[in-house]
C-alpha cells in the first residue's frame, strides 16, 4: 500500500510568498504579515466559517481549496438549502468584507474542499498593517474587487488551480504532445510556466522553466516545497507525472496539484491505468473534486467511451483529438484544447439554441460563423430543433455535414411538395409513422451524451408535473425525439410516470439553464422571433368573408409558433449576446430549404461577430 504523503515543513514566509496578497511584497514585509497570522489545518469538508459567524477575519489558503456556499434563493423549488458560489484556491484570500464594517453581515459558509492550510488575519491586525503595508492595501483591495465584480456580475467564481498535474503511462507520446500545447497555449495567454518532469523528451519553449521532478536524485518528499518557491517566479506549475502509480512519490505527486488531467489514450489504452484510478480515488476520496480525465480520442474517431473513465469523479471527462502526427491542429482537437484551458483557468462559455422547426436550421449557419471564427463552448443546451442539431455539432460533426444531412433526409417526395401545405403533411406523417427515430438513428446511432466532445443538455415538457424536463444522460435520440415531440402533430410519449412533449412548451431557449450550471458567458440564438405575418392563406385586414379556415395541423404548428416567442422573450434576459437570424420569409415545416435558412444564420451571426469575439478573446486571455 502507497504510503500518504508527507507534510513538508516550511516557513510561514515560504507559504505566503506565492499568495496574491504578498504579491511585491520583500522578505521582511512578508514576515511582518506572517507575524500577524495563525494557522488553521482543515481536514476535508471541515466548517471554517459558518453563516452570521461573529469572527472579524480575512483567510488566505496556502495549501489546498475552500468551497463557499449561500443560502439558495430556489430552496422551495429545488430543495436545495445553499447553492456553490465559488472556490478559493492555493493563494487566494476571502473575507476582504469583514475589513468593510464592524457589523457582520454574511451569509455564506467556507468548507474545506481538500485537506487545507489557511492563514488568518484578524481584522484588528489587518487593518493596522493596511496602513503600514501599502502594497499589501492595494493587494487586499484588487482581489476584493475582483469577487466582488462576479458576484454583482451574477457570474461564478473563477477556479484558478496553480499547480496542474498530467499524470499518464512512461510510453505515452500524446501526453507530451497535450503538455506541450498546453503549455504553449497557457504562454499565449501570458501565463509564466514552469513544468516538473523528468521525461527529457519533453521538448518545450526556451522561455518555459522546467525542474526535474524526482530522478537524479532529487527528493520527492520536498516536491511542494519546491513547488511552492517555483511559484514566486511563476504563475503556474505543470507536473508531468507517471503512471503506473505504485510509489509514495506517485501520491506526494498528486496531493501537491491542484488540479489533476489523468490521460486515458482510447486509441493504445494502458491496461490497468482504469484500475489505479479507481483504486487511488478509493483511497483518497477527497481528491475526486480535483480529477478530470482526458480521453485522447484518433482525430479519425470523434466520440469518446461509452462509459466515463472513472465513475466516482465529480467532473465530466474530457475529449481531445490528438495523434501524434498531427501537423496542424484539427478543428477538434484545437477546440479540446482551448476547452481545458479555460477549465484551467476557470471560464465556461455556453451556447444555447432554440426550437423553432425548419427555421432551427439557421443554428447551421450561426455555428458556421462561430466554428469558423474558433470560437468553442464547454456547454451547450437545445430545445427542439436546437437540439436535434446541436447534438450533431457536440458529437464533432461540422456544420457543412449537418446542413447537408437534413436538407437530403427531410426532402417530401416532389408530388407531395407540390401541394400547399404538402411539406407540414410530410412532417405530420413522419412524427405518426414513427420515421423520425429511423432517420436519427442512421446518423447519430446509439450515441450517449457521455460521449459528446461537448457537454448538452435537452429541454422537454412533462405534462403530468407540469414542468420542464432537462436531459443530460443516456441516448441522444431518445432525447431528441422527446423534445421535438409537438402537440397534435405527434402523440405524447409516455416514460416512467411522465407523459412527454415538445421543450418549446415551457422553454424554448434554454439559457438560463447553462448560466445555472456554471457558464459565466452564454450565447443565445433565437430562431423563432420573426415569424411570418400571415397564416394558412390569411393576412392582417383580409375581409372576413374571404378569409380561410385553418386545418388542425396547420393551426397547432401556428399556436407552438407564437407561444414561443413570448416564452423566449424571458430566457433572451439571461443570455450575454442573442443572435435572432430573421427567418420570417421560411415555413415551419420547409426543411427543404436548409440552404437558404442557414444562410440567415450566417448573416445574424456575422452582424454579431465582433462584440461575440471581443468578449471570447476577453474571456479566453482575461
Not at 511585491?24 to 469538508?45: F, H, K, M, N, S
Not at 411570418?532 to 407552438?560: D, L, Q, S, W
Request: glycine share 8%.
Amino acid at each position: 500500500m502507497p504510503a500518504e504523503p508527507r507534510k513538508i515543513e516550511s516557513t510561514p514566509i515560504d507559504r505566503l510568498r506565492p499568495c496574491r496578497i504578498c504579491e511585491g511584497l520583500g522578505d521582511r514585509e512578508i514576515e511582518r504579515v506572517a507575524a500577524a497570522c495563525t494557522w488553521r489545518e482543515l481536514q476535508p469538508d471541515e466548517t471554517l466559517a459558518f453563516p452570521c459567524d461573529s469572527v472579524f477575519a480575512i483567510y488566505t489558503v496556502t495549501r489546498g481549496r475552500l468551497r463557499m456556499y449561500q443560502a439558495s434563493e430556489r430552496a422551495d423549488v429545488r430543495g436545495e438549502q445553499e447553492r456553490l458560489i465559488g472556490f478559493a484556491n492555493f493563494g487566494d484570500t476571502i473575507g476582504q468584507s469583514s475589513l468593510l464594517s464592524d457589523q457582520f453581515d454574511d451569509n455564506s459558509r467556507i468548507v474545506s474542499d481538500t485537506e487545507s492550510q489557511v492563514a488568518v488575519i484578524s481584522r484588528a491586525r489587518a487593518m493596522r498593517l493596511m496602513m503600514e503595508l501599502p502594497r499589501l492595501r492595494q493587494n487586499l483591495i484588487v482581489t476584493f474587487g475582483l469577487r466582488m465584480e462576479s458576484l454583482f456580475q451574477g457570474k461564478p467564481l473563477r477556479r484558478f488551480p496553480k499547480v496542474v498535474g498530467i499524470v499518464s503511462s512512461q510510453s505515452s507520446n500524446k501526453s507530451l504532445c497535450l503538455l506541450r500545447l498546453l503549455t504553449q497555449e497557457l504562454q499565449k495567454r501570458n501565463e509564466r510556466i514552469c513544468v516538473f518532469s523528468d521525461r527529457s523528451e519533453v521538448a518545450l519553449e526556451s522561455e518555459t522553466m522546467r525542474e526535474a521532478l524526482s530522478g537524479n536524485g532529487v527528493d520527492s518528499a520536498s516536491l511542494i516545497h519546491r513547488v511552492r518557491q517555483r511559484l514566486a517566479g511563476v504563475d503556474r506549475v505543470l507536473v508531468d507525472i507517471m503512471l503506473p502509480g505504485q510509489s509514495a512519490s506517485f501520491s506526494e505527486q498528486i496531493h501537491a496539484c491542484g488540479e489533476i488531467l489523468w490521460c486515458f489514450d482510447n486509441e493504445q489504452p494502458e491496461a490497468n491505468n482504469d484500475a489505479i484510478l479507481a483504486n487511488f480515488i478509493a483511497k483518497h476520496p477527497p481528491l475526486k473534486s480535483r480529477i478530470a480525465c482526458v480521453q485522447i480520442v484518433p482525430t479519425g474517431k470523434s466520440l469518446g467511451r461509452r462509459k466515463p473513465c472513472c465513475e466516482n469523479l465529480d467532473q465530466r471527462d474530457f475529449l481531445l483529438a490528438l495523434s501524434e502526427s498531427d501537423d496542424q491542429l484539427s478543428r477538434l482537437c484545437q477546440q479540446g484544447i482551448d476547452r481545458i484551458v479555460r477549465h484551467l483557468r476557470g471560464v465556461k462559455i455556453g451556447l444555447a439554441l432554440g426550437g423553432g422547426g425548419a427555421r432551427g436550421l439557421a443554428h447551421l449557419g450561426v455555428l458556421k460563423v462561430l466554428d469558423h471564427a474558433g470560437i468553442s463552448f464547454d456547454m451547450m443546451s437545445g430545445t427542439s430543433a436546437g437540439a436535434m442539431i446541436g447534438l450533431g455539432y457536440a458529437a464533432g460533426m461540422t456544420p457543412e455535414s449537418l446542413i447537408d444531412l437534413f436538407a437530403r433526409e427531410l426532402q417530401p417526395p416532389t408530388l407531395l411538395d407540390r401541394f400547399r401545405g404538402g411539406r407540414r403533411l410530410f412532417l405530420f406523417v413522419k412524427f405518426r409513422a414513427g420515421a423520425w427515430e429511423q432517420m436519427l438513428r442512421k446518423h447519430y446511432h446509439d450515441w450517449l451524451f457521455g460521449q459528446l466532445h461537448i457537454p448538452f443538455s435537452v429541454v422537454t415538457t412533462d405534462l403530468v408535473s407540469g414542468q420542464e424536463l432537462v436531459r443530460d444522460s443516456g441516448d441522444i435520440v431518445h432525447a431528441i425525439l422527446e423534445s421535438i415531440n409537438i402537440p397534435v402533430m405527434s402523440n405524447p410519449i409516455l416514460k416512467d410516470g411522465k407523459i412527454l412533449v415538445d421543450g418549446g412548451v415551457l422553454n424554448n431557449l434554454p439559457v438560463e439553464l447553462l448560466s445555472d450550471r456554471g457558464a459565466q458567458h452564454v450565447i443565445g440564438v433565437d430562431v423563432s422571433k420573426e415569424i411570418p405575418n400571415h397564416f394558412a392563406g390569411n393576412y392582417p385586414g383580409m375581409a372576413t368573408n374571404k378569409m380561410i379556415k385553418p386545418g388542425n395541423v396547420e393551426t397547432a404548428y401556428r399556436i407552438m409558433e407564437v407561444s414561443r416567442r413570448g416564452i423566449t422573450q424571458l430566457q433572451m434576459s439571461f443570455a450575454d449576446h442573442v443572435i435572432e437570424p430573421d427567418t420570417s420569409a421560411f415555413d415551419f415545416a420547409d426543411f427543404t430549404s436548409a440552404a437558404g435558412i442557414a444562410e440567415t444564420g450566417e448573416v445574424a451571426a456575422e452582424t454579431m461577430l465582433p462584440d461575440i469575439q471581443a468578449a471570447y478573446n476577453e474571456l479566453m486571455n482575461g
